[in-house]
Nanobody, 124 residues
Framework: QVQLVESGGGLVQAGGSLSLSCAAS????????MGWFRQAPGKEREVVAS????????YYADSVKGRFTISRDNAKNTVYLQMNSLKPEDTAVYYC?????????????????WGQGTQVTVSS
């Protein structure tokens, strides 16, 4: 079992930046692929960015490429999402997720464990 707790959400103006963190506890963090997802009101949950267990492979949704950066620190059991040049359409609840290392990074079914989410609101 893995427990995930997100932090760092909030309200920011368009063009601003936010940094999200996800702290993991429980089973060995370093063996898991990690992902950030988001869900806006009335929309399905979508993958934003994900990272392999060793940090060597990353995936980004087209909508965030060049603006968001995912990283992880296995010594601290933490994964991060740096979000720059934020847009109103980035407004959503952001979720952290963990899954086995052998599954595709960009698929929802890869992830077995989920955090409770943190709200990100970008005002225009």
């Amino acid at each position: 079992q893995v427990q995930l707790v997100e932090s760092g959400g909030g309200l920011v103006q368009a063009g601003g930046s936010l940094s999200l963190s996800c702290a993991a506890s429980g089973r060995t963090f370093s063996i898991y692929a990690m992902g950030w997802f988001r869900q806006a009101p009335g929309k399905e949950r979508e993958v934003v960015a994900s990272i392999s267990w060793n940090g060597r492979i990353t995936y980004y949704a087209d909508s965030v490429k060049g603006r968001f950066t995912i990283s992880r620190d296995n010594a601290k059991n933490t994964v991060y999402l740096q979000m720059n040049s934020l847009k109103p359409e980035d407004t959503a609840v952001y979720y952290c997720a963990a899954g086995p290392p052998h599954r595709p990074l960009d698929k929802h079914y890869t992830y077995d464990y989920w955090g409770q989410g943190t709200q990100v609101t970008v005002s225009s």
